[in-house]
């Protein structure tokens, strides 16, 4: 821990350790294929890419099913809409494989942010 860390813990400055866990854990929304929500929960980031994400869930999540997710780096939020590609159960945990869709320029700014601070603290 740097100095400038252990100052802002000590001063009650928190925002720093709570964005990079952001990066981390990422809240998500699933629509069945028949365009239902069904559930809404969190999972683990494992790892990213520009067009999609790899996300570590405690339940499966069904091939073709589409999730949103929010996305945030600093003050930036963006929802994403990915559809899944694959699902496999890992140690009582699943590993999910998502591909994004339609993302605005806006959304491809902030997920370009996101990505580059996730491979610089997690890569």
């Avoid at 294929?33 to 494992?46: C, D, F, I, P, V």
């Avoid at 600093?74 to 890992?90: F, N, P, Q």
């Amino acid at each position: 821990m740097t100095k400038g860390e252990k100052q802002a813990m000590a001063n009650g400055e928190k925002r720093n350790f709570i964005r990079l866990d952001s990066l981390h854990l990422l809240d998500y929304l699933i629509i069945d294929q028949e365009g239902r929500q069904t559930t809404y929960s969190m999972g683990r980031t494992l790892d990213v890419s520009e067009n999609g994400l790899k996300l570590e869930t405690t339940h499966p999540i069904a091939q073709g099913d589409t999730l949103l997710i929010t996305v945030g780096l600093e003050d930036d939020l963006v929802d994403l809409t990915g559809e899944i590609k694959h699902c496999e159960e890992a140690s009582n945990r699943y590993i999910t494989g998502i591909e994004f869709s339609d993302i605005s320029n806006e959304g491809k700014r902030i997920f370009k942010k996101y990505t580059e601070a996730f491979i610089r603290h997690f890569g």
